[in-house]
């Protein structure tokens, strides 16, 4: 059984521009979760996908989008960086959309975004 | 605005002893309650669930839950130096997707 992985691990961007996250839900989940995670915080949910729909969305502008695949494979894209958007980035997988009791979220190493 | 609040500690506790973790919520209709420990530069890990009032065991964890007072709690007995870690309390809020987290409690278990 593999998990989640995510790629790449470690990256730095400057202001302005745009970037691609990509995770690989573990085997047999069909949901996919990204968070945010400022140094110091707790994650902060960005958005879920289940079925290849944006199910469930937190409180981050438009220029946070993403997308998934037949394969439950998940990218999370953010367009004109800003110097906050510089965080550990979280994938979780699960199994279960909308009607599943328990969000028992496995995640993946996550990726570290620098904005300079 | 629904939350979760939890002391960032440093919380330091001797090897052997129970450490104990605490964590408030603001919604009063939370069902489902998750404990996650993170290792520095690491991703988050369950430990444990709990939805019932009560006490819920597992090894040496065990989760406390108080739906009227609206609160949860962690002890971890035994404590070793591999429990080092922060530990992430999450709260399921009104739909099924999202979490809510708190900032975690930084625990320092000391040989």
């Known amino acids: 059984e593999t998990g989640v992985t995510q790629s790449p691990t470690h990256l730095i961007k400057t202001r302005g521009q745009q970037v691609t996250l990509r995770c690989s839900s573990q085997s047999g989940h069909n949901t996919v979760s990204w968070y945010q995670q400022a140094l110091g915080q707790g994650p902060q949910f960005i958005f879920q996908y289940y079925r290849e729909e944006e199910n469930g969305r937190g409180n981050f502008p438009p220029r946070f989008s993403g997308l998934q695949f037949p394969n439950y494979s998940s990218e999370l894209n953010v367009n004109a960086l800003e110097l906050d958007d510089s965080a550990l980035y979280l994938c979780?997988?699960?199994?279960?959309?909308?009607?599943?009791?328990?969000?028992?979220?496995?995640f993946g190493a996550g990726s570290r975004l620098t904005v300079l | 605005q629904k939350e979760v609040e939890q002391n960032s500690g440093p919380l330091s506790v001797p090897e052997g002893a129970i450490a104990s973790l605490n964590c408030t919520y603001s919604d009063r209709g939370s069902q489902s309650f998750f404990w996650y420990r993170q290792y520095s530069g690491k991703s988050p890990e369950l430990i444990m669930f709990i939805y019932s009032n009560g006490d819920k065991e597992d090894g040496r964890f065990t989760a406390q839950l108080n739906k009227a007072s609206q609160y949860v709690s962690l002890l971890i007995r035994d404590s070793q130096p591999s429990d080092s870690a922060t530990y992430l309390c999450a709260v399921k809020g009104d739909s099924n997707y999202q979490l809510i987290w708190g900032a975690g409690t930084k625990l320092i278990i000391k040989p």
């Open positions: 979780a997988s699960s199994f279960g959309g909308v009607y599943s009791r328990a969000n028992v979220l496995t």
